[in-house]
């Protein structure tokens, strides 16, 4: 079965450090993988993508992943976070169905908090 | 573009009672998820639509929980009666043409059971 864990509930840094938030999947085939920012009564906003090709996958917001099959992880990574990066993140795997339509599996998230 | 719209954005309701959450996607995308996210932990598929077809529904509790997407476009979600334990964000995703593998967010609908 196909899952995702965040192993970091709540992480906090100070603004302008890096930041990597780790992401590991299980499945069985070549994972389509996400990842999601939340902010507080807010819906989820994709921050980037990985479906194939170049495994160092650039979104918005200067974020950043690397996908590394060897480990089943997809940590996503900044190199100097801002304040307003405070939100929640989640990683997630879709899985294709037989309908052709994706099926998704979310971690449960990590918090940031950002320091000033 | 419009994103994916959902109603109310709160709802405060006793227990016994029933809700509905309604979503209208993006246009033209024709799958839409409902999924329900508990306060500190990821987003859960209840039922997902092809159209108006429900494709996959194997987490919608159905004694109390039911979802349509009549004419494929809009969808509502139902509660009847709520339970204490049913408080959480009800969120709306939709994606386009079959084969696509991104979703889009609504702000969900924040419900508290009293």
């Known amino acids: 079965a196909q899952s995702v864990t965040q192993p970091d509930i709540h992480i906090t840094v100070s603004e302008g450090a890096s930041l990597e938030l780790r992401c590991n999947y299980s499945?069985?085939?070549?994972?389509?993988l996400f990842w999601y920012v939340q902010s507080p009564g807010q819906g989820l906003q994709l921050l980037l993508k990985?479906?194939?090709?170049?495994?160092l996958v650039q979104g918005i917001k200067g974020f950043e992943a690397e996908f590394k099959r060897s480990q089943s992880s997809f940590n996503l990574r900044k190199p100097s976070v801002h304040w307003s990066d405070a939100a929640e993140y989640f990683c997630a795997v879709g899985a294709l169905r037989g309908s052709g339509t994706y099926k998704y599996i979310f971690g449960t998230g990590t918090r940031l908090k950002v320091l000033a | 573009e419009a994103g994916v719209v959902q109603s109310p954005r709160y709802k405060i309701i006793e227990k016994k009672q029933p809700v509905a959450f309604w979503c209208n996607p993006i246009s033209g995308h024709n799958t839409l998820y409902w999924y329900l996210q508990n306060l500190g932990q990821g987003p859960e598929l209840l039922i997902r639509?092809?159209?108006?077809?429900?494709?996959?529904d194997s987490q919608l509790p159905k004694d109390r929980f039911s979802a349509e997407r009549l004419k494929g476009v809009d969808s509502t979600l139902k509660i009847q009666p709520a339970e204490l334990g049913d408080s959480a964000v009800y969120l709306c995703?939709?994606?386009?043409?079959?084969?696509?593998?991104?979703?889009?967010f609504g702000p969900g609908t924040r419900l508290t059971v009293l």
């Open positions: 639509y092809e159209n108006e077809e429900a494709v996959d």
């Open positions: 995703a939709s994606s386009p043409e079959l084969g696509s593998n991104e979703q889009f």
């Open positions: 990985y479906f194939s090709g170049d495994t």
């Open positions: 499945y069985g085939a070549t994972p389509y």
